[in-house]
């Protein structure tokens, strides 16, 4: 809950959705797993990506309701967003996905930091 736009019922969505997350090898994996790993548009083209519709859609409702947040509210979050659409061109929607992936690695990262935590 330490993650802007993190609260005591979106914690318990993703604590219910993730389950233990050492089951995921790395943060890549998770990614995969909720939706928000990019899959290139087409083969030859290594730039351009796509939003990817697998993955858990409940978890990656959950990351869209965290980021809408953190772009509304959160000034690193709304940097990022500015910076992606001057530097690199990206549409809206192309900078949000960017976003999406920044937050599924940073609460990633938070899960495992508490798993190891409570670890006897």
């Not at 990506?49 to 000034?75: D, K, P, V, W, Y």
Request: hydrophobic content about 35%; some cysteine; glycine content about 8%.
């Amino acid at each position: 809950m330490a993650i802007t736009g993190v609260n005591v019922v979106t914690a318990a969505k993703l604590l219910g959705e993730v389950g233990d997350i050492i089951r995921f090898r790395s943060s890549a994996a998770f990614a995969r797993h909720n939706g928000t790993a990019p899959i290139p548009v087409w083969s030859g083209n290594d730039d351009r990506h796509r939003l990817n519709r697998g993955g858990n859609r409940q978890l990656n409702t959950t990351l869209h309701r965290i980021a809408i947040t953190q772009a509304r509210c959160h000034e690193g979050a709304r940097a990022l967003l500015k910076r992606r659409q001057e530097t690199t061109r990206d549409t809206s929607k192309g900078s949000f996905r960017v976003l999406k992936r920044h937050l599924s690695d940073v609460i990633y990262r938070a899960l495992v930091h508490d798993h190891n935590q409570a670890a006897p």
